[in-house]
């Protein structure tokens, strides 16, 4: 798979406001300023997420369609402590339910800063994925921050606390590393959907 044509499709937050097309969601997740929408545009080589340097910027379910047959989706971030607590919880309530009962979801990169590790809210999220049977992946964001045998020792520790088979691809949107694994990881995650027929 490449990515060439991409075009941004909507922002919702409720259910309603998804997309009606039936194309197969792959979400970006992570805690907030942890780099979702930078890889986004990154992946789509146009800057067409909304960046910042401060955390809690993306605070809708953006949709971007690619090549007409999936959907990446930028969600927003989690673990800010200073957005009020009522559109915390709206999130909250929000992401849950997409996690939990969109049927086009096919599967979820979960993203981690390469330098600080999966925290508590990152576990409750594969938690809340394994219970509701989602596939998932773990991606290490920012790998250009650690040298190359920081970064490995990172990769193996992360791959032994959480007991994955591998350990998890790491990637910088500043050096490069680690866009064509991403890809096939993605790709992936909406042919197993594809093969598993189709949210239906
Ligand atoms: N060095 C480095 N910085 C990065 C990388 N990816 C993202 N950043 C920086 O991290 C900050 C946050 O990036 P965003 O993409 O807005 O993070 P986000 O996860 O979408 O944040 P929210 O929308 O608030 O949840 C920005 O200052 C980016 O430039 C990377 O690979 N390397
Ligand atoms: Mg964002």
Redesign the pocket.
Known sequence: MEISNVVFSCAALGAAERPKEWFPHVAVS?????????????LFRRPL???????????TINFFLVDTALYLV?????G?AKVNRQMREAWGRELTKYLNDEPRLAGVIC?VDIRRGPTELDRELFEMLINAERDFVIVL?????LSRGKGAAQRARVQRELGLGKPPLA?????GEGRRELIQQIDSLAAAWRHQGGGN
């Open positions: 992570g805690r907030s300023n942890v780099g979702k929408s930078s890889l986004l545009n990154w997420a909304k960046v910042a340097k401060a955390p809690g910027k993306t605070r930028d969600l927003p971030g989690y800010y993203l964001t920012k790998a250009d921050k990637v910088s949107v500043r050096t």
